[in-house]
């Protein structure tokens, strides 16, 4: 078995990292590296990565359907009226990761999603960076895929640049990963292809 594949019961080999735990199967073969082209969706995948950060994902997304109700389904324009009261509330909720930074970082980059211009503009500015084809990478092992890369860390300095808050370069990778505009399935996972095929066959392919 190549490392970082791990067989299951269904008779499907699939990347490593999400275990055996059924929600994060799910995720993995329903949501990660799907391409996601709608500019809100990609929003919220971006201010929970934010909240990730020094967690792990499935901690994340246990709190999903709690982080969306405390953040008025991250609907930008609402969050960017958080006032300090709310942000209050926020860190009395149990239900989230209850970090004030991240928390006001992330009615901070609501306002920067807004003067983006909204859900169309920030759709394009993310896929242009790809061309509007996702990268199709073919990485045997969990060895060879890397924390961030020139893409990543060029993209973060860049939303930095515009307001946004816990997006550096390993957060926007990771962000790039679950979004699909890499695929980073591991080429002998099951959703690679399918994930490849989701995208567009004219996507650059990389080691």
């Not at 609907?75 to 004030?100: C, H, K, S, W, Y």
Request: net charge neutral; charged share 25%.
């Amino acid at each position: 078995m190549t490392a970082g594949l791990v067989a299951h019961p269904d008779g499907r080999c699939r990347c490593w990292w999400p275990g055996a735990d059924p929600l994060y199967v799910a995720y993995h073969d329903t949501e990660w590296g799907v391409p996601e082209r709608d500019g809100r969706a990609l929003f919220e995948k971006l201010i929970l990565d934010g909240f990730q950060a020094g967690l792990s994902w499935i901690t994340i997304l246990r709190k999903r359907d709690a982080f969306r109700r405390a953040f008025a389904s991250f609907q930008p324009a609402a969050m960017a009226r958080f006032t300090p009261a709310e942000v209050e509330t926020l860190m009395g909720d149990a239900g989230i990761v209850r970090n004030r930074a991240k928390i006001e970082g992330a009615v901070r980059s609501a306002q920067a999603w807004l003067d983006m211009g909204g859900a169309e503009p920030f759709a394009r500015y993310l896929w242009d960076r790809v061309d509007g084809v996702p990268r199709q990478t073919l990485r045997e092992t969990r060895q060879d895929i890397p924390t961030s890369d020139a893409l990543s860390a060029e993209l973060s300095a860049d939303l930095r640049r515009k307001g946004f808050t816990f997006c550096g370069p390993t957060i926007v990778y990771a962000f790039l990963q679950a979004t699909g505009l890499v695929n980073d399935h591991l080429v002998g996972c099951f959703r690679h292809a399918e994930c490849a095929q989701l995208g567009g066959s004219a996507g650059a392919a990389t080691a």
